[in-house]
C-alpha cells in the first residue's frame, strides 16, 4: 500500500449539508436513498450534463422534469435545488485545517455553477484546499473514470498515494477499481474516524 500523500473529499454529504437527498429521491420515486438512487442519479443525462457545465440551470429544469416525466414547473425545482447545499458539517473546517499542513488536501465534486459559489466561500476554499475539481468546471463526472484519472494527471500522484472519501457507493467503487484508497463516508466523523485508524491523524 502506497504512502498516503493527498487526502481528496467528496463534499456533499462529507463535508457539506446536502439538504436535497431525500427531496431527490421523491422526485425520482425512489422509496428509500439507496445504492440504485445513487445509480440513478449519476446516470441520468440532464444531472451529467448539468454538472458537467453543459446546460444553464434553466435548461437542466426543463430537461429534468422531461427525463422523468414529472409534475413540477422548472422554476419550482430551481428554487428547491438552490436550497439544497447549505453550510459546512459539524467538523468538518476543523478537519481541513488539521490535515492541510500535513496532506495535499483536495475536493472532487459533481456540482453545479448554482451550487459551487455557496459552498466555496462557506467552505472558504481557498485557505483550506491546495485544489479542488468541481465537474462543472472540469466537464468530468464520478464515477467515470475520467475524473479520478484526471485528478491523478493535475496533482502528479498515483492512484494508491491518494485516499479519497465519498458518500456514494457508486463513486467509492469507482475509485477502488482505479487503485485509489477510498472509503465511504457520510460525515465528518467517519472521515476522522477512518483516519485515525489508519494513523494518518492523531485522535483527538
Not at 427531496?23 to 443525462?45: I, K, M
Amino acid at each position: 500500500m502506497s504512502a498516503i500523500r493527498c487526502i481528496l473529499f467528496d463534499l456533499g454529504g462529507v463535508l457539506v449539508r446536502f439538504r436535497g437527498v431525500e427531496r431527490v429521491a421523491e422526485w425520482l420515486g425512489d422509496a428509500e436513498v439507496g445504492e440504485e438512487h445513487w445509480r440513478r442519479w449519476l446516470g441520468s443525462g440532464s444531472v451529467r450534463d448539468f454538472e458537467r457545465g453543459r446546460l444553464s440551470p434553466e435548461q437542466f429544469a426543463i430537461g429534468f422534469l422531461e427525463e422523468f416525466r414529472l409534475d413540477l414547473s422548472p422554476g419550482a425545482v430551481l428554487d428547491e435545488l438552490r436550497g439544497f447545499v447549505g453550510g459546512p458539517l459539524e467538523g468538518a473546517t476543523e478537519l481541513l485545517d488539521e490535515l492541510r499542513p500535513h496532506y495535499l488536501v483536495a475536493c472532487l465534486s459533481n456540482t453545479n455553477r448554482l451550487h459551487w459559489p455557496r459552498v466555496s466561500r462557506k467552505m472558504q476554499f481557498d485557505r483550506r484546499l491546495h485544489r479542488a475539481f468541481p465537474s462543472f468546471e472540469t466537464g468530468l463526472l464520478k464515477p467515470d473514470p475520467e475524473a479520478f484519472e484526471h485528478v491523478c494527471r493535475e496533482l502528479d500522484l498515483t492512484p494508491g498515494e491518494i485516499l479519497f472519501f465519498d458518500d456514494a457507493p457508486p463513486n467509492v467503487e469507482a475509485a477502488h477499481a482505479l487503485g485509489f484508497q477510498a472509503c465511504r463516508a457520510r460525515g465528518p466523523g467517519d472521515c476522522r474516524r477512518e483516519l485515525e485508524r489508519r494513523l494518518l491523524l492523531p485522535p483527538c
